[in-house]
Nanobody, 119 residues
Framework: QVQLVESGGGVVQAGGSLRLSCVASGIAFSINDMAWYRQAPGKQRELVATIPSVISGQSTNYADSVKGRFTISRDNTKNTAYLQMNSLKPEDTAVYYC??????????WGQGTQVTVSS
């Protein structure tokens, strides 16, 4: 059974920081590309950042809106992906989801964690 469990969300003031974690089980974590998405109320889900697997030739990527402020990372020994979010803005308020994708194209999503940035 595949599970992706996000944590680390919360309420923070503008300019503050949060670190999200996504713990995966039931998948060969190191050979899955990982990504963070977010969805704000009334808006479509959008890609925030991606980090490749050990077998991928890709590089990390970020949405323009978070470049220089957010950092995606992973620890394959802990089956965990992270999203370090600094200099948070009210417009970063959203539910944040992690997603895994393997070489076959199979994808799994977590349940999401709420991030609220107050002004």
């Amino acid at each position: 059974q595949v599970q992706l469990v996000e944590s680390g969300g919360g309420v923070v003031q503008a300019g503050g920081s949060l670190r999200l974690s996504c713990v995966a089980s039931g998948i060969a974590f190191s050979i899955n590309d990982m990504a963070w998405y977010r969805q704000a109320p009334g808006k479509q889900r959008e890609l925030v950042a991606t980090i490749p697997s050990v077998i991928s030739g890709q590089s990390t990527n970020y949405a323009d809106s978070v470049k220089g402020r957010f950092t995606i990372s992973r620890d394959n020994t802990k089956n965990t992906a992270y999203l370090q979010m600094n200099s948070l803005k009210p417009e970063d308020t959203a539910v944040y989801y992690c997603k895994s994708r393997n070489w076959r194209g199979s994808e799994y999503w977590g349940q999401g964690t709420q991030v609220t940035v107050s002004s």
